[in-house]
């Protein structure tokens, strides 16, 4: 395996391209891929100008071209098909809201595209990520906040291993976004101004609803919205269509303010409550990855994310069991959400993550 080829994964974004222009610079021998992930449904068009369309193609292309290094697309369809849109359909049927960005990391960009890197004899891949690699005293593997802390995207890292680790390259890790946009400016690239790509790039409009209706219908169907108490307030269009916490679009006949407090799958109901019901002290979290230590033995006094964009809210956790740790909070959170990822925090290094249960 040579240790100076990287593989970088080219999106068409500024990111990417610049990850790519930054290791030619520092000598790499470096080789462009695109992941060709569209998927077979109706809904999602090849020519979106999502992150792995037709034309953020055309876009990865043309900065591989400028920076004369080899350009490949690779077709991950079926696989991502398997691995991420089945996996959001399952978890919306299970009355759990998923994070398909999260399980496209684990499954396809560090998972599959890292597999592919080596049997090109390359010793790492990179990507555009905005998180640091670094190592502590005892030689492991760890990952920290990025310095541009509205960008940091560790959150979504914590199920890589340290395999993964110890073969992957984060360049931006160190930049600030504008430092990203005016050095791909400086290097001619077109996409210098392009816009972040912030829907999920298999629901182009970001319209969830619209989608799981016209690809899933088979996982909606309507059911009652029922007090905590167990009167029933109103009807809903189907669970997959309710998050928790959420106020607007309930339809209810009460003038009083309500939350959906839980989707109860057994029921088929929307539970619904007052806004003080929608706070929580503590979460079980499943599937977890531990990044910075080995396993989780003891309590431990850590900072943790709920979701991607909130701040880190302190608590302790406890092991359960191998597969299951508490989280206890110190003041209680606000929607905390089955399906969604629960990452925790010693400051800036990453300790690990699961699934919120």
């Known amino acids: 395996m040579n240790k100076e080829r990287v593989v970088v994964a080219m999106s068409g974004g500024v990111d990417s391209s610049l990850t790519a222009a ?207 108490e167990g009167n029933k307030l109103g009807e809903h269009d189907g669970l997959p269509f309710y998050t928790i916490g959420q106020r607007k679009g309930l339809d209810l006949k009460t003038h009083k303010k309500r939350y959906v407090v839980e989707l109860d799958q057994e029921r088929n109901a929307v539970i619904v409550g007052d806004n003080e019901d929608v706070f929580a002290e503590s979460l079980i979290a499943e599937d977890l990855n531990w990044v910075a230590i080995e396993s989780l033995h003891d309590s431990l006094k850590v900072q943790v994310k709920i979701r991607y964009n909130t701040s880190a809210a302190e608590a302790t956790i406890y092991p359960v069991n191998d597969a299951q740790v508490r989280v206890v909070f110190d003041k209680p959170q606000r929607a905390i959400t089955p399906g969604q990822s629960v990452v925790f925090y010693n400051q800036d290094i990453v300790v690990g993550g699961g699934l919120i249960k």
């Open 22 to 228: 930054l290791l030619k610079e520092e000598g790499y021998e470096v080789i462009g891929i695109t992941m060709q992930i569209w998927p077979t449904t109706e809904s999602a068009k090849e020519d979106e100008g999502g992150c792995c369309s037709l034309s953020a193609v055309e876009d990865a292309r043309r900065v591989a071209n400028k920076l004369d290094i080899p350009f490949y697309v690779i077709n991950f369809k079926e696989l991502f098909e398997e691995k991420v849109i089945q996996n959001f359909k399952e978890e919306y049927a299970k009355a759990r809201t998923p994070n398909p960005c999260i399980m496209c990391n684990k499954e396809i960009k560090f998972g599959a595209f890292l597999q592919k890197a080596k049997k090109l004899n390359a010793y790492y891949m990179a990507t555009g990520h905005y998180a640091k690699i670094d190592r502590n005293q005892k030689g492991r593997y760890i990952i920290r906040k990025a310095v541009d802390k509205k960008k940091d995207q560790s959150y979504t890292l914590y199920n890589m291993t340290q395999e993964q680790l110890k073969h992957t390259l984060f360049p931006l890790a160190e930049y600030k976004k504008s430092k990203t946009r005016e050095l791909a400016k400086e290097f001619g690239f077109r996409v210098h101004n392009k816009p972040d790509s912030q829907e999920i790039c298999f629901v182009p409009d970001d319209d969830y609803n619209r989608f799981l209706k016209e690809n899933y219908p088979e996982i909606i169907e309507s059911g009652p919205i029922l007090d905590l």
